[in-house]
């Protein structure tokens, strides 16, 4: 072809990458594995190849962890964390440099053998995932250096376990290593079976780095080892990235365990264009949304919502560019899309596919390689939102859509999934992109952009897409906790006795749902006896119906969320108010139920409670991330949403108020099981709310057994959040009931607060969740 014909056509001519360098490495390494335990390579075993999946050359064999190599790696990490913790932030943050440096240095090695393992394009592997992974070392190496000065309480978990996938080897093992690492923890990382060569040479960047001995291990192998890392008694934090389903396991087998969890999950996301956008931009924006990493991105933009009005021309202009994408061997620069990380996983996309019966499916005309995992540049069109397509993860190059007509309609598509980690919005109306944003259930809104990430803000989900950030300053609090110490949680009981009420004018409590009092489902109610034995009143039992009623008023009240933190304020201040001019009665109250004469000390710390949770209301502020492109990270804390709690036992008053404020002054609306063994504290405070202007549904009071409401909470699918501070141990049962849609939790794992003491910004911080909305801004 001469240079005529290739003006003339524009075609592009290959431009192959050299794998030399990097098939070198392997064979220096004897092309086989071990396992990176202690800062040295186990002796290899060919349990399992590695192999090309551009065309099933066998790239090296790989070592399968047995549980004696998972016990001997987390006793390394054990031994080496108390260590590397007391190296102080600069002492770490000069290692986490030492290794950026070394990825920078190694960059195009790391990217060859990312490549070749994995399968996605060279320009990918060069100019996105490595620079990314350089750029978390650097950004953590910072963090180290501030955390004595910018996070005093905050301490090392310990020992992290941490499994990544395959669709993004190294800079998942980025994610999770590096700010692990900063905050003084050590690591056991189980890379993917199928993707594992660039953490072996990670782990040989580690050595060169002189970083010591035992504070990154790496075990390569099935899920098995996943398994028996999740399982491990000594090992503090579990962070996974993977499928929904793995992650749903993961929370159930470490319920109750005290484990740290993170999960970053599947999902479906929305790319929603109006009939205002650039429509040029807003393809080529596609095109990376899915047929990036040939579609194997847990965020991928995988659903298209198009404008009714443009629709067909938007479609029609898809397909051309859809036909110009360029298939082939992953090292050629000039190509587009890869080849898909297994033969499983193209067996997976094309049965997904032909099985679909709705529909328009149109096959890019692409030239398709004769060998290797690859499959075409899909669209498929006319789908309803209750296909099974527009609901199910495909992990492939395979764009599914459907329109809409309206604003309010493109938000109701948008969220009409079980997921909730990223989407992208494409206008022209400013106004527009800032109202919808804020609407869509995600943990990631990019507006006229997709497929931004960065060390300094977070990444993660919502819904079943899993809870926890990685990156930023919210990622840190996922690999820390506080430094003061817990104390062993004592069961308390209340009093028995058989006398009768010193006042015989029953004043007859009852539950508090949607703004009124309300009488148990179940009719049943039992004594509440004071040190004396006399008879204090009687409480009502709540049950799982009550708790669907409380359930439907909580989410009947979600404009709360939508109030003004100002607004919220004055009503917290409101029932301040009000409970101050009964505090003789309630510290009567308090004291009569507990016997333990501090009634008049709780009721003050509970207006003081109250006055924070006012304060705090319209300034806990998110942030402004600064990220290195034209563009800022808006990381706006959200409410979570619905939230049950356990109440603490010990401090009917002060600790139902802790619990109440600062969760409705982050627009919260919460479902609170009152104290268990003193109850009639929480039965008389629902008459200060009901004079202080509360709207009817965000705040609703049960009284029963908590061990009885715990399980009901936890598996309720419209229950945001469930928290236990109840004085019975009742970790395990929530989480473990949890993974049904994954929700929140926070429960005490059998250590005890101080509720005299202010915990309101941990309360603050459980009570939001993190939205990062990436918005062009500058030149």
Known sequence: MTVKEIFDSMDYGPAPESAGDALAWIVDQGAKFGHFINGSFTKATDDFQSRNPANGETLATLSQASQEDVNAAVTAARKAQAKWEKLGGHGRAKYLYAISRLLQKHARLFAVLETLDNGKPIRESRDIDIPLAQRHFYYHAGMAQLMDSELPDRVALGVCGQIIPWNFPLLMLAWKIAPALAMGNTVVLKPAEYTSLTALLFADICRQAGLPDGVVNIVTGDGAVGEMITAHEDINKIAFTGSTDVGRKIREATAGSGKSLTLELGGKSPYVVFDDADIDSAIEGLVDAIWFNQGQVCCAGSRLLVQEGIAEKFHSKLKARMDGLRLGNPLDKCIDVGAVVDPVQLQTITDMVNTNSEGETYHAAVEMPVEGCFYPPTLITGLAPSSTLMQEEIFGPVLVSTTFRTPDEAVALANNTRYGLAASLWTENVNLALDIAPKLVAGVVWVNATNLFDAAAGFGGKRESGFGREGGWEGLAAYTKPRKATKALAPIAGFKGDKGPSDPLDRTPKLYIGGKQARPDGGYSRPIYG???????????????????????????KGWAGTTGHLRAQILYYIAENLSARAEEFASRVNAL???????????????????????????????????????????????????????????????????????????????????????????????????????????????????????????????????????????EIERGSAGNLKRTWVNNGQTLDWFEDNSRALLEASTEIKNIWVPYGE
């Not at 600064?626 to 619905?642: D, S």
Request: glycine content about 6%; proline content about 6%; aromatic content about 6%.
């Open 594 to 732: 507990t016997n333990a004469r501090n009634g008049a000390r709780e009721v003050e710390a509970s207006i003081q409670r109250l006055f924070s949770a006012a304060a705090w209301a319209d300034k806990y502020d998110g942030q402004v991330h600064n990220v290195p492109i034209r563009g800022v990270a808006l990381a706006m804390r959200e409410p979570t949403g619905v939230i049950g709690a356990l109440c603490p036992d010990d401090a009917p008053l002060l600790g139902l108020v802790s619990v109440m404020a600062p969760a409705i002054a982050m627009g919260n609306r919460v479902i609170l099981a009152a104290s268990e063994p003193f109850p009639l504290a929480a039965t008389d405070f629902y008459q200060v709310l009901d004079t202080s202007d509360v709207p009817a549904g965000v705040v609703n009071i049960l009284t029963g057994p908590h061990s009885e409401l715990a399980s009901t909470f936890a598996s309720h699918l419209d229950v945001d959040a469930v928290w236990s501070f109840s004085s019975t141990n009742l970790s395990a």
């Open 531 to 557: 040190k004396s034995g006399n008879l204090l009143g009687q409480a009502p039992i709540a049950n799982r119906k009550d708790i669907r009623n409380a359930v439907e008023a909580a989410q009947a009240a």
